[in-house]
Nanobody, 122 residues
Framework: QVQLAESGGGSVQDGGTLRLSCEAS????????MAWFRQAPGKEREGVAT??????TTYADSVKGRFTISRDNAKNLFLQMYSLKPEDTAMYYC?????????????????WGQGTQVTVSS
C-alpha cells in the first residue's frame, strides 16, 4: 500500500519562501504521476503543480514562475515555493496516480497524503 507523507509547511510573511516535501513509501512506480494540490478554507481543492515520471511538469497559472516541482529518484516529491502571497495560504496535499498521466482532476489521483499547512501573512 502506497503512503504519502507531506512535510515542510509553516507560517511565513508575504514574499517568503518554503519547501514542501512528500515522502512516498510502499510500492510506487517511477512512471506514476505525482502532484501537489491545495485547499483553502471554504474553497475547492485545486491543482498546483504536476510531475510526470518522464520529467514533464505543469503548473497552475497562479503559481507559475514562483513555484517549482521536482522529484528525486522518482519516489519523493518536492515543491519549492518562492515569493509567497497571502492567497497561497492553504493545506497542501501530495497526490499520486497509478493509472493515468497527470491531470488537474482530483478523481484521477488514487493516493493522497494528509496534508501540510502553509500560512502566509501580509
Amino acid at each position: 500500500q502506497v503512503q504519502l507523507a507531506e512535510s515542510g509547511g509553516g507560517s511565513v510573511q508575504d514574499g517568503g519562501t518554503l519547501r514542501l516535501s512528500c515522502e512516498a513509501s510502499g510500492y510506487s512506480d517511477s512512471g506514476w504521476c505525482m502532484a501537489w494540490f491545495r485547499q483553502a478554507p471554504g474553497k475547492e481543492r485545486e491543482g498546483v503543480a504536476t510531475h510526470q515520471g518522464n520529467g514533464r511538469t505543469t503548473y497552475a497559472d497562479s503559481v507559475k514562475g514562483r513555484f517549482t516541482i521536482s522529484r528525486d529518484n522518482a519516489k519523493n516529491l518536492f515543491l519549492q515555493m518562492y515569493s509567497l502571497k497571502p492567497e497561497d495560504t492553504a493545506m497542501y496535499y501530495c497526490a499520486a496516480s497509478s493509472w493515468v498521466d497527470c491531470t488537474w482532476y482530483r478523481s484521477d489521483y488514487n493516493y493522497w497524503g494528509q496534508g501540510t499547512q502553509v500560512t502566509v501573512s501580509s
